[in-house]
């Protein structure tokens, strides 16, 4: 089975950017705590405002994280019998056999399949280039096997 993932992030930068996320936002809560209790200096420059800009920092680095690490589930897959996916928003793995398609009608960013229940579209706007390339051939070869049909 052929697979390709839409968001392909390593798996090392995604704990990179927890890491030093969780880091950044207690260093930021240590020293501004401490700030606190000598005394906040509000003064923009030179004053105490780091902390509250690690702590920002480190939110934001956790939960660019997260989604990464979240994202990294999105998928479609196919083989000669069945195509499978799972595409936002969806929270299940759907399964089509390819014998059941009648029709395949490829636009810019979306594919969409008439099955004899209805039409499925598949929206293919967070792949990069190459891949949106390759899925597009294979279903090019596909909509040629169901015209022969």
């Known amino acids: 089975m052929e697979k390709i993932k839409i968001f392909s992030m390593q798996n090392g930068w995604n ?4 890491i030093t996320g969780i880091l950044s936002f207690l260093l930021g809560m240590i020293l501004f ?3 606190l209790q000598i005394g906040f200096r509000t003064a ?3 004053g105490d405002w780091n902390n509250v800009i690690f702590i920002l920092q480190g939110i934001i680095f956790f939960f660019i994280g997260y989604s990464n690490i979240r994202n990294q589930k999105y998928f479609i897959e196919w083989n000669d019998l069945e195509l499978r996916y799972l595409l936002p ?3 299940v793995a759907e ?3 390819l014998s059941e398609i009648r029709n395949i009608e490829i636009k810019l960013s979306e594919i969409r399949l008439q099955l ?3 039409i499925k579209s598949l929206n ?3 792949f990069h280039f190459n891949e949106l390339k390759r899925i597009k051939e294979k279903f090019e070869e596909i909509k040629m096997k169901t015209d022969m049909q």
């Open 89 to 91: 928003p969806n929270k």
């Open 44 to 46: 923009f420059w030179g």
């Open 124 to 126: 293919l706007k967070n």
């Open 116 to 118: 004899p229940e209805g």
């Open 33 to 35: 705590l401490h700030s």
């Open 95 to 97: 399964t089509l056999h």
């Open 15 to 18: 704990r990179f950017l927890l």
